[in-house]
Each structure stands twice: as structure tokens, then as C-alpha cells.
């Protein structure tokens, strides 16, 4: 199975902030045990690349990736722990090319057609729509895909157990980023059981539209 076919499967991406690696285990089994065994682990906190090392030791199969990765250097450090993906915010010419060079799976941000035609030029295929309520969500992901009838989707950013349902509808869409199943507030408190409910309501939910 390629990335994009985990992606596709899942439906859901949750985005994680760790602020401390410690809880990196408890959360990677809650999404595990939630049936949701897939993170975009953030590089918005110094814990990332270690969050990261740890879930990827413990739970090798998990589809583990990078976000928020700015720059080649981050990408490099995560890779170097065993992410299996990158995505970035926006777009960004070197971080792409780095990571086309060297066959990492790359989704960086876009919202306009001038972003997604810088992304063609790449040959990438699957692009992150961010953020994605405050670009048009559904609207402009259909507006878009209109003349780049190719590309797929990963709409985040206000996503969240209500609105997820009309984006999975859409077959552009390849998978929605959110972080509403892994509150930052959830996983500082220790709420993992609470977390664990979250993603199995995440999962119902991509069953129940897709499949
Ligand atoms: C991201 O990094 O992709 C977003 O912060 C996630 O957005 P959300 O918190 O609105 O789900």
C-alpha cells in the first residue's frame, strides 16, 4: 500500500502538538486502540522529532508523519527519525524539490491555482488544503478541482467532527487533517480515554460515509 492509499483508508489525519515526548506513547495507542492508527506529529514544539522516534520504535506500522515542517532541516530531522511523510503549511519551493530529490512524500499547502500550478510543476498529486475553513473549506476544494481535475486534496484547519462529514463526501478528498480528536488540552490533562472515544467517533464517521 503507498502513502496515499493509508491516507485514502484512514480518511482522517489527526494533527498533533506534543508539547512534552512523554505523552507521545500514551497517544500513539489511543489512536491505535481508537482504530485510527495514523499522525501528523507537528514541529511546532521542540518534542516533535523525539515524539516521533518513539511512536515509529513502538509502533513501526503506524502511518507517522511530520507537520509543520518549514525548511530542509526539519524535514531531514524528521526523516532521520523515521517520519514517513512531510507536510508543510505552505509552499515552499527548496523544502518540495529536498523532498522530491529524495523520494519522501511531501503535502505542502496550497489554497490558490497559482499554488496548485507550482505544485504541477513538481508532479505532486496530492496537496494540503490549508487552512481550510478559512479558504471556502468544500467550496473551493470542488472550484479548484475543476481545472486541476488530477489532484487530491487533504483539506485541515477547522475541521472537525461535524463539517468532516461533507468533505468526505467529496472523492477529491483524499483525507481530512484535524486536530479536534487530539486536543492539545486532551493530551497535556492525560485525557487519553477521552482522546481514544474521539477518534472512534472519527472512525465511525469515515465508515459510515465511505465504506
Ligand atoms: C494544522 O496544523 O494543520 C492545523 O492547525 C490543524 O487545524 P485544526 O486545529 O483547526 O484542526
Known amino acids: 500500500m503507498t502513502i496515499n492509499d493509508e491516507l ?3 480518511g482522517v489525519v489527526p494533527v ?3 508539547d512534552d515526548s512523554k505523552d507521545a506513547l500514551p497517544l500513539a495507542k489511543a489512536l491505535v486502540d481508537g482504530g485510527l492508527p495514523c499522525a501528523e506529529v507537528t514541529f511546532r514544539t521542540s518534542a516533535a522529532k523525539e515524539a516521533i522516534h518513539l511512536i515509529v ?3 513501526p506500522d503506524m502511518l507517522v508523519g511530520a507537520g509543520t515542517v518549514l525548511n530542509i532541516e526539519q524535514a531531514k530531522d524528521a526523516i532521520n527519525v523515521g517520519a514517513k511523510f512531510i507536510v508543510s503549511p505552505g509552499f515552499d519551493d527548496d523544502l518540495v524539490r529536498y523532498c522530491k ?5 511531501v503535502f505542502p499547502g496550497v ?11 513538481y508532479d505532486l498529486k496530492v496537496l494540503k488544503f490549508f487552512p481550510a475553513e478559512n479558504y471556502g473549506g468544500l467550496a473551493t476544494i ?7 481535475n488530477n489532484i487530491q486534496f487533504m483539506p ?18 483524499i ?10 488540552e486532551l493530551i497535556n490533562e492525560g485525557k487519553f480515554d477521552v482522546i481514544e472515544s474521539l477518534v472512534k467517533e472519527a472512525v465511525s464517521i469515515v465508515k459510515e460515509i465511505r465504506g
Open 175 to 184: 483525507a481530512c487533517g484535524g486536530s479536534w480528536m487530539v486536543k492539545k
Open 111 to 121: 489554497v490558490t491555482p497559482t499554488e496548485v500550478m507550482k505544485a504541477l510543476k
Open 142 to 148: 470542488k472550484a479548484l478541482s475543476a481545472p486541476f
Open 101 to 105: 530529490e529524495n523520494n519522501i512524500p
Open 156 to 173: 485541515t484547519g477547522g475541521i472537525n467532527s461535524k463539517n468532516i462529514k461533507d468533505y468526505l463526501t467529496n472523492n477529491k478528498i
Open 57 to 59: 520504535e513502538e509502533y
Open 16 to 18: 498533533v502538538v506534543l
Open 8 to 10: 485514502r483508508k484512514y
